[in-house]
């Protein structure tokens, strides 16, 4: 059974440019989140897609992921 020490969470400082930074606050708004609960969203579905993204150096970021237009 994992300790409290191990159950606690990690502490990153984090530098965003302003830009990113609105960008982030604003779409955590939308999804009745906190900053660094977005954050901690899109990190943590960026893991899940990667792990279950094939195994190909041919893919780019952009190719396996592509934006979507607001």
């Known amino acids: 059974m994992a300790s409290e020490k191990d159950k606690a969470k990690k502490q990153v400082p984090l530098r965003l440019s302003p830009s990113l930074y609105e960008a982030i606050a604003r779409w955590a708004e939308e999804d009745f989140r906190s900053v660094n609960g977005q954050i901690e969203y899109l990190l943590t579905e960026a893991v899940r897609r990667r792990k279950k ?8 970021p ?3 992921f592509p934006e979507e237009d607001s």
Not at 53 to 60: F, G, M, N, R, V
């Open 62 to 64: 952009e190719e396996s």
């Open 53 to 60: 993204a094939p195994k190909s150096a041919d893919l780019e």
